[in-house]
């Protein structure tokens, strides 16, 4: 009875509320830090008119490698601390990105109903942020689960 339980169910939901708010915030920051730390990278303008300009402007320069490596280090930090929500906490992760790229992709068609003909292949690019996120989750759970079990 002494050794805690990593599957107890918490007497609380509000610590799962702060790391979803935690990971929402990081995950952005994972995307939008690589292209600004990176010497010489904002080099494109944002497309369109967007209503989120910083936010264009890093998905127009986006470095992919160190933006999924972050995600991917996010990940296995949020499925070491949450092991038992790692997968909604890798989900989360790309909510705030996705977000601001809805709010300028609503701007951009309300404007020009022209711009935006390839949105699927802009959603399917802002998604794949949440596949290494969700792999270091799940790696991340079960680096935890080794080190309890030893």
């Given at each position: 009875?002494?050794?805690?339980?990593?599957?107890?169910?918490?007497?609380?939901?509000?610590?799962?509320?702060?790391?979803?708010?935690?990971?929402?915030?990081?995950?952005?920051?994972?995307?939008?830090?690589?292209?600004?730390?990176?010497?010489?990278?904002?080099?494109?303008?944002?497309?369109?008119?967007?209503?989120?300009?910083?936010?264009?402007?890093?998905?127009a320069?986006?470095?992919?490698?160190?933006?999924?490596?972050?995600?991917?280090?996010?990940?296995a930090?949020?499925?070491?601390?949450?092991?038992?929500?790692?997968?909604?906490?890798?989900?989360?992760?790309?909510?705030?990105?996705?977000?601001?790229w809805?709010?300028?992709?609503?701007?951009?068609?309300?404007?020009?109903?022209?711009?935006?003909?390839?949105?699927?292949?802009?959603?399917?690019?802002?998604?794949?942020?949440?596949?290494?996120?969700?792999?270091?989750?799940?790696?991340?759970?079960?680096?935890?689960?080794?080190?309890?079990?030893?």
């Open positions: 009875m002494g050794s805690p339980d990593q599957f107890q169910k918490p007497a609380t939901r509000w610590p799962l509320v702060g790391w979803s708010i935690f990971a929402a915030v990081a995950g952005l920051c994972s995307v939008v830090l690589p292209p600004h730390l990176t010497p010489g990278a904002l080099v494109n303008p944002g497309y369109g008119h967007p209503l989120v300009p910083w936010f264009a402007s890093v998905l320069n986006l470095s992919f490698l160190p933006t999924l490596t972050a995600m991917f280090v996010l990940g930090v949020l499925g070491l601390a949450q092991p038992r929500w790692w997968p909604l906490l890798g989900c989360l992760t790309v909510s705030l990105p996705m977000l601001f809805g709010i300028n992709f609503v701007h951009d068609v309300t404007i020009d109903s022209t711009s935006h003909n390839l949105f699927p292949f802009e959603i399917a690019m802002v998604l794949c942020f949440a596949l290494p996120s969700v792999a270091g989750g799940g790696i991340g759970r079960l680096i935890r689960w080794a080190i309890l079990r030893s």
